[in-house]
């Protein structure tokens, strides 16, 4: 049998690091907020668990949720050198993200929004007076409706075209693949670069206890075949004992959506391709939209002004606080991917040096979160500028990009 609840000020579809701290910002201030989730575990997504440090001051963490605490990775080149890079100070901490997430949860709980777990949402219609979502838990079908709807439910998300916004299934993504694993005397986490590991991109192992990991890589090509190849080096090496978990796969989006807002709606995190095109992670600009989208369903709830104009502020307002990173980021990854095996050795070797360390990656200007600066002080320099254009022709349209960027960032 159809129920048809209520009118919620807000519908969100998705229990994420988006979708709760939308609901935690709304439900705080008053307005009543439904989550709708098809997953009964919360924050039960792929992802490293590695948090920024501005990440974790904009968004506090309990401190029994933090595995371990990381100023240094270890780097290896694609002959199999191994460059060190530290800083002093504590750059981003390993974390439980699945508690991580859930607590935003229980606190938007605590504030008043109520969360469906278990429900997956098949149909969306809006009218000129709300939104209506239809949700399915077995045999069990309800109709929900709103004054607004926040999607918020993973990159692709068919929820997207219901409202006549691309889902960007179609755009431009990695394909991340991860398991845990028992590991040896690993106390650090490391990179892996190299063709032979991920085309164009990267692997990883990183440590979340003394005796546990996670072990992964992204690329845009399948990535089985060099899962199996990065496991098997490993193992070899000592690094990795056993593999605990099947390998699980999950899409990546490296450019947003061209519109993230629609009449009632807003598309946020990893729906709207909130995810850094360099590391791929998403953890912060997903959190970051929630906010946004709160604050910009806040007004409109109160204005009564759901239109698509009166909404467009939420596109606005995420480009002006990390729309330039998700850009020179994109760039900056187009960059690395045109760039050979042989090419990318010289590149670290000089980048990772210990004088370069010291003049950029130990400046002011880097930051875990934020890449932007990092990058287009590694363009401006004569050193390494030198060394990218060695590359050949094609990498100067990119790099006209990146500066381009580096006008309007």
Not at 199 to 225: A, D, K
Not at 367 to 374: P, V
């Amino acid at each position: 049998m159809i129920q048809v609840k209520r009118v919620y000020d807000a519908l969100i579809v998705g229990a994420g690091p988006a979708g709760n701290i939308a609901a935690l910002e709304l439900s705080k201030r008053g307005f009543s907020v439904a989550v709708l989730d098809y997953r009964e575990r919360i924050g039960d997504k792929l992802c490293t668990g590695v948090l920024g440090m501005e990440c974790a001051d904009r968004f506090p963490i309990k401190p029994e949720l933090i595995y371990r605490r990381a100023s240094t990775v270890a780097i290896y080149s694609p002959e199999g050198r191994m460059f060190r890079v530290e800083r002093p100070e504590t750059q981003a901490l390993i974390v439980d993200r699945v508690s991580y997430v859930s607590s935003i949860a229980t606190a938007a709980s605590h504030s008043g929004a109520e969360y469906w777990l278990g429900w997956r949402v098949s149909d969306v219609s809006r009218s000129s007076s709300d939104v209506s979502i239809t949700a399915h838990r077995g045999d069990a079908t309800d109709t929900l409706r709103g004054r607004m709807l926040l999607v918020a439910s993973g990159f692709g998300s068919p929820l997207t075209e219901s409202v006549c916004l691309t889902n960007g299934a179609g755009r431009e993504r990695l394909v991340g693949v991860q398991s845990e694993v028992e590991i040896g005397n690993v106390t650090e986490t490391q990179v892996y670069v190299g063709d032979r590991v991920a085309p164009g991109s990267f692997g990883w192992l990183v440590p979340t206890s003394e005796s546990r990991g996670l072990m992964g890589l992204m690329s845009r090509q399948s990535s089985s075949g060099h899962f199996e190849r990065l496991c098997d080096r490993l193992v070899r090496e000592g690094q990795v004992k056993r593999v605990l978990s099947p390998p699980r796969r999950w899409g990546i989006p490296i450019r947003p959506l061209p519109r993230t807002y629609a009449e009632r709606v807003l598309v946020l995190g990893d729906a709207a391709g909130f995810a850094k095109p360099t590391t791929g992670g998403g953890i912060y600009y997903a959190m970051l939209s929630g906010a946004i989208g709160a604050e910009t369903a806040a007004d409109a709830l109160e204005s009564n002004d759901f239109s698509a104009d009166g909404l467009r502020p939420y596109q606005d307002r995420w480009k002006d606080e990390f729309g330039g990173e998700l850009r020179i980021g994109y760039y900056a990854r187009m960059l690395f991917e045109s760039m050979t095996d042989a090419r990318l050795e010289r590149l670290m070797k000089v980048f990772l040096s210990e004088d370069m360390q010291k003049e950029l990656i130990r400046s002011p200007v880097f930051s875990f979160d934020r890449h932007s600066g990092i990058i287009l002080r590694t363009i401006g320099h004569r050193q390494m500028i030198g060394l990218i254009r060695s590359a050949g022709p094609s990498v100067l349209p990119l790099l006209a990009r990146l500066a381009r960027s580096s006008v309007s960032a």
